[in-house]
């Protein structure tokens, strides 16, 4: 079976700082690994994915995140926060053999500080 | 082109009422597929529909819950009677074929008094 824990429900940094949001996951398959975000009174977007092409994958708004198979992580990672940074992010997995279903992590929520 | 759209945006309701959420996908997505995140939890798979079969409701907490898609298109999903523990947001998402991404909508608040 496959599961998502992403480290830290909450996460503050201040504006121009490095955002790093922690998710690391379980999984006996290769995965699909995602990460959405959801601003305030919207739903989820797909902020970007994995899907075992190239281990670096950069995504919408400056993200990117790393896939690394020996640590079991997909960390999202962001150089220089902007205040539209603030929302709510979820990491997620998908495998072929688990179903169509994705499986998201608790949610970390983002403060980005003036 | 429209997203995946869900009605209500919000419902207040008491406990033992009943109440109908209903998912519109994108236009030409066979695959919907509803999630719900319970009190600030995970957001958790309940059932994926393709076209108007189920095809996995492994998800779903317990017979007072209903979901259908008529002709393949809109999705309902009826909580009868609700109970407190349902409280949450509801999530629905479509996708072209199965391993294609999801899209997911802005989801429904729903509160059970």
């Known amino acids: 079976a496959q599961s998502v824990t992403q480290l830290g429900s909450h996460v503050s940094v201040s504006e121009g700082a490095l955002v790093l949001l922690r998710c690391n996951y379980s999984?006996?398959?290769?995965?699909?690994l995602f990460w959405y975000v959801q601003y305030p009174n919207q739903g989820l977007q797909l902020l970007l994915k994995?899907?075992?092409?190239?281990?670096l994958v950069k995504g919408i708004n400056g993200f990117e995140a790393e896939f690394k198979k020996s640590e079991t992580s997909f960390h999202l990672t962001k150089p220089s926060a902007h205040m539209s940074d603030a929302a709510e992010y979820f990491c997620?997995?998908?495998?072929?053999?688990?179903?169509?279903?994705?499986?998201f992590g608790a949610g970390t929520r983002l403060f980005v500080k003036a | 082109e429209a997203g995946v759209t869900q009605f209500p945006s919000h419902s207040v309701i008491e406990k033992g009422q009943t109440v109908t959420l209903r998912c519109d996908p994108i236009?030409?997505?066979?695959?919907l597929y509803w999630y719900r995140r319970v009190m600030g939890k995970e957001i958790k798979f309940l059932l994926h529909?393709?076209?108007?079969?189920?095809?996995?409701e492994s998800g779903m907490p317990n017979n007072r819950f209903l979901a259908e898609r008529t002709g393949g298109t809109y999705s309902t999903l009826k909580v009868q009677p609700a109970e407190l523990e349902d409280s949450g947001v509801y999530f629905c998402?479509?996708?072209?074929?199965?391993?294609?991404?999801?899209?997911f909508g802005p989801g429904t608040r729903l509160t059970v008094l």
């Open positions: 998402a479509s996708s072209e074929g199965r391993y294609n991404e999801q899209f």
């Open positions: 999984s006996s398959v290769p995965p699909y």
């Open positions: 994995y899907t075992s092409a190239a281990t």
């Open positions: 997620a997995v998908r495998t072929d053999t688990g179903g169509f279903k994705t499986i």
């Open positions: 236009s030409g997505h066979d695959n």
């Open positions: 529909f393709v076209k108007e079969s189920k095809q996995d």
